[in-house]
């Protein structure tokens, strides 16, 4: 049996703002399609990327209470910690 993800609290928070996510770019696909105005468009996409920084927050913090937390405690935290500072880095790029 697999152990609940760390996010399993947020699941339903995370999911329901990533549909959102997906509205907006649907939105901006239309945007598009109707040749609407370039800042228009730009606007939209920069919403969208503050959302996805946003999850991408939530499930961050989660791994780390969680998963990062866990390894430490089971003395496994040097790799863990390893893993953090290398999904950090991807993630803020």
Known sequence: ?????????DKRDILERLRKIEGQVRGIQKMVNDGRYCVDILTQLSAV??????????????????CV??????????AAI????????RFIR
């Open 1 to 9: 049996m697999l152990a609940q993800p760390s996010y399993e609290a």
């Open 49 to 66: 990327q503050a959302a996805l920084n946003k999850v991408g927050l939530m499930v961050l913090e989660d791994h780390t209470r969680g």
């Open 69 to 78: 937390a866990k390894a430490i405690q089971q003395d496994g935290g040097a």
């Open 82 to 89: 390893e893993e953090l500072l290398f999904v950090i880095e």
